[in-house]
């Protein structure tokens, strides 16, 4: 747990003392500003353990290590998390002991942050808050009430109730979830597709790739061997147990899932392929030497309902549909003709959702019809949802779905997030 230079810091006190209370493990880290506010021994007393506040010791000469720490953690919480250290955390400032434990983390992490209304309504913070958000790391919102300024406003760190509630959350999830697909193999596509049009040009989409990284991890956390095919991004997955094959085109990309098809029990086509490709491409680059050029496309192949048609007892297959109109008839009809377990809607009208994003909205469609939409949240978490999800199915008895209890052989109800 990391505390910072805040007038909130005193509530990492209460924080502390209940997850001791819950049982966990707890390891505090502070700020040289933190001391200000809240003494280290009364954290220290709290969690037990020392309190540690910088990467060198000139008493003892001894030199404090934070990539063990972050290695040690199965969580690192941030709260209060101040404008100072999330500034630096959105740009790889490395001056202290905290700083340093965040980028050597191996494990998911959560920011709280606190300020007043003025700063946390700043263009630098908003853009920092995106910033760290698009790393994968999750905020806990502020909340709106009485400021250490005496106004009224947004920016108030969230109540240590909440924050031990989402702490709590996170490990029954990640609990139910670690190993439950032990012994099965996922197949995962992501990215865009680029469709040469000559040496220089293609023809591509805006697709970022990170909703398939997203699942290609969640799936490896909860057990399975991936193979993840991954199209022309920067973006690489963390996760020891993915394979990555890299691809360019739509050809490529159903060669070779076409390859890893049959042995795979979970195949999740969350790529953006084109549907279309240039008919000929040109060797050579093409000159701006006329007022129009037309290119002539044709259709590629269509992995997903080629799939479908090949799947086998036994198999699960998943696709996405990413609509601007009609969305829940065309992603029905998707659903339908290509032979899925399942799909997952989501529509560029949705604010905060599609390509480019950090974030998604979905709904799950089942082969029944039923619907399960689930509100915006990070990819992160929209992955983990779609993988409970899938353990949900694969399982035998009953289970929860959205946060509902529902037996799979007799349930025909639309549930609610």
Not at 2 to 12: E, L, N, R, W
Not at 128 to 142: A, C, E
């Amino acid at each position: 747990m990391g505390v910072t230079g805040s007038i909130a810091a005193y509530k990492s006190a209460l924080i502390i003392r209940h997850l001791i209370k819950e049982g966990a493990s707890v390891k505090v880290i502070m700020t040289k500003d933190a001391i200000n506010f809240i003494s280290p021994l009364t954290l220290s007393t709290l969690s037990k353990s020392e309190v540690l506040t910088d990467l060198f010791d000139n008493k003892t000469s001894l030199w404090t290590n934070h990539v063990e720490l972050g290695l040690w953690a199965d969580l690192m919480v941030v709260a209060p998390a101040s404008a100072n250290t999330i500034a630096k955390f959105a740009n790889g400032l490395c001056d202290n002991l905290l700083t340093a434990v965040y980028l050597s983390a191996r494990c998911p992490v959560t920011i709280a942050p606190a300020m007043d209304e003025d700063m946390w309504n700043h263009s630098a913070t908003k853009d920092n808050i995106d910033t760290i958000f698009s790393y994968g790391n999750h905020i806990i919102p502020v909340e709106h009430g009485e400021l250490a300024s005496g106004l009224v406003g947004s920016g108030r760190m969230a109540e240590p109730e909440i924050i031990v509630d989402y702490i709590k959350d996170f490990f029954t999830r990640n609990t139910n979830q670690i190993k439950a697909l032990s012994g099965k193999k996922a197949l995962v596509t992501a990215g865009p597709t680029h469709e040469a049009i000559d040496a220089v040009r293609y023809i591509g989409n805006h697709s970022s790739g990170k909703m398939g990284i997203a699942l290609a991890e969640a799936l490896a956390q909860a057990g399975a061997a991936v193979e993840l095919v991954l199209g022309p991004i920067m973006l690489r997955p963390k996760h020891q147990n993915i394979q990555v094959t890299h691809v360019t085109s739509a050809h490529e990309m159903y060669i070779e899932t076409d390859r890893l098809f049959n042995s795979a029990d979970i195949t999740i086509m969350a790529a953006a392929v084109a549907d279309y490709t240039p008919q000929e491409i040109f060797s050579e680059k093409i000159k701006k030497d006329k007022d129009q050029l037309n290119l002539k496309l044709v259709k590629t192949v269509d992995i997903l309902h080629t799939l479908g048609q090949r799947k086998k007892q036994g198999q699960m297959l998943v696709g996405f549909a990413l609509e601007t109109s009609n969305e829940l008839v065309n992603a029905k009809e998707k659903l339908q003709k290509k032979n899925l377990d399942f799909i997952v809607l989501n529509s560029l009208n949705d604010s905060g959702a599609g390509f480019q994003h950090d974030s998604n909205q979905i709904t799950i469609i089942d082969k029944e019809n039923n619907q399960y939409p689930y509100k915006l949240k990070s990819k992160r978490d929209v992955a983990n949802d779609i993988v409970k999800f899938i353990i949900t199915l694969t399982s035998n008895s009953s289970s929860s779905v959205n946060g509902v209890s529902v037996d799979r052989t007799v349930s025909k109800n639309i549930l609610k997030s």
